[in-house]
């Protein structure tokens, strides 16, 4: 069974950053499509970024395209997302998603396995 954890979140000013990571179990890793998604209080969750098996396609949603970095480390099961330049609209709960197809999607429905979020609260 794959079991996606999710850590570094928290609180942060506006401006500031913080960075994601995701460990990854029970699954051949490296064969993974991996993606970072957010739901706000009320809102639908969102696509943030997505990142081929072999890291070397990144794909981002135009609210943080430039500010966050998506990148992975297959030797180590885990996935990050570096989010810079933080935003009080940034606010979320953060999942970590795999999809063991190797076409990249931004969809919720695409994604196989879910971790169990982590919160993302910035501050004005």
């Known amino acids: 069974q794959v079991q996606l954890v999710e850590s570094g979140g928290g609180l942060v000013q506006a401006g500031g950053s913080l960075r994601l990571s995701c460990a990854a179990s029970?699954?051949?890793?490296?064969?993974?499509?991996m993606g970072w998604f957010r739901q706000a209080p009320g809102k639908e969750r969102e696509f943030v970024a997505a990142i081929s098996w072999s890291g070397a396609g990144t794909y981002y949603a135009d609210s943080v395209k430039g500010r966050f970095t998506i990148s992975r480390d297959n030797a180590k099961n885990t996935v990050y997302l570096q989010m810079n330049s933080l935003k009080p609209e940034d606010t979320a709960v953060y999942y970590c998603a795999a999809d063991d197809s190797r076409v990249v999607a931004t969809t919720t429905s695409a994604y196989d396995y879910w971790g169990q979020g982590t919160q993302v609260t910035v501050s004005s």
């Open positions: 029970g699954c051949t890793f490296s064969s993974y499509t």
